[in-house]
C-alpha cells in the first residue's frame, strides 16, 4: 500500500512528464490509476518508492504510467460545429486548395481524425489533395485509432447511418474503418510538453478539450507553439470554454463557434 507522499510524489511526476496538472476534484480519480500502476510494478518487481528514485531507466512502465494517467474521453463528430467549421472552410477559404493539412491534437482513440476525415469525403474532396495527421501522448489510445475499431457503444455515438455503411465494415458486434480509409490518417505519438511542431505547415488544427489540463501559463506556451505550425489565414480549433487569449492569433466566429485564426 502507498503512502500519500509517495501519491503525491507519482503525481508531480506525470506533471513533469505531461503538464497535466490534475484538480482536487481529480485527484481520487488518478490516485485510483496509481493503485492500478503498482500492479505493473509488482510484475517487474519494484515497489512504487524503487519506481520513482530510477523511473528514467524503466522506459516502458514510464510508458504505462503516462498512459494511465491520459484521459481518452471522446466521441465521433464531438459537438458537431467544429465539423460544420471545416464544410464552411472548404467551400470558402480552402476552395480550390490541393495540399490541405489537418492536425488532430491529441488524438486520443481516433473518433475526431475520422470524424474529419469523413466530413473532408462527404464534401467530395479527393484524397489527393489532403493530409491528416493524429498525434497523441498515449500509446494505448494511438494503438486503438490505428486499428480503427469501434464497439457498439462507441459507435451509437455520433455517427449517421449512412456513414456507418459508407466507412466502416462489420466486425463482431462493433465496427471497423475500412483498411483504405484508415491509411489516410498518419497517426504517430507526440508530446506536447516536449516535442516540437514544424512552423507554418497546417491549414487547421484541432486543439480541443486538452488545454485545461495545463496550468495557466503552460496552456499559453503551448497554445504559441502549436499555433506557430499554423500557415498564414490557417484555423485553430479549441474545446466548449478553452480561451486562451495570444496576440498570435485573431478570434473568429462561426454559427455560434469561437475559432482562432493566424493572421
Do not use: W
Not at 511526476?13 to 503538464?19: A, P
Amino acid at each position: 500500500m502507498t503512502s500519500k507522499s509517495e501519491d503525491q510524489k507519482t503525481l508531480f511526476l506525470i506533471e513533469k512528464l505531461t503538464g497535466i496538472d490534475f484538480s482536487e476534484s481529480e485527484k481520487f480519480q488518478i490516485e485510483k490509476r496509481i493503485k492500478e500502476f503498482e500492479m505493473l510494478l509488482r510484475a517487474s518487481d519494484l515497489t512504487l518508492s524503487q519506481y520513482l528514485d530510477t523511473y528514467e531507466i524503466h522506459k516502458e512502465l514510464t510508458e504505462a504510467l503516462i498512459n494511465l494517467a491520459t484521459n481518452n474521453e471522446t466521441a465521433f463528430f464531438r459537438d458537431k460545429k467544429p465539423f460544420e467549421l471545416i464544410g464552411h472552410l472548404l467551400e470558402n477559404k480552402l476552395s480550390g486548395c490541393k495540399n490541405i493539412r489537418f492536425l488532430s491534437l491529441p488524438a486520443s482513440t481516433g473518433q475526431e481524425a475520422y470524424s474529419l476525415l469523413f466530413t473532408l469525403l462527404n464534401s467530395k474532396v479527393d484524397s489527393k489533395y489532403f493530409q491528416i495527421d493524429a498525434k497523441d501522448i498515449d500509446t494505448n489510445a494511438l494503438e486503438k485509432a490505428k486499428r480503427g475499431n469501434y464497439n457498439r457503444f462507441e459507435m451509437m455515438r455520433g455517427i449517421s447511418d449512412k456513414d456507418k455503411e459508407r466507412y466502416f465494415s462489420t466486425e463482431g458486434s462493433g465496427s471497423v474503418v475500412k483498411e483504405d480509409l484508415r491509411k489516410l490518417i498518419n497517426f504517430s505519438q507526440y508530446n506536447l510538453l516536449e516535442d516540437k511542431l514544424i512552423k507554418d505547415q497546417y491549414d487547421v488544427i484541432f486543439l480541443r478539450n486538452v488545454l485545461f489540463y495545463f496550468k495557466e501559463d503552460l496552456r499559453k506556451e503551448i497554445l504559441s507553439q502549436v499555433a506557430g505550425s499554423l500557415k498564414r489565414g490557417g484555423v485553430i480549433i479549441l474545446g466548449n470554454g478553452e480561451k486562451v487569449m495570444t496576440p498570435n492569433l485573431k478570434e473568429e466566429y462561426y454559427n455560434g463557434l469561437i475559432y482562432y485564426s493566424r493572421p
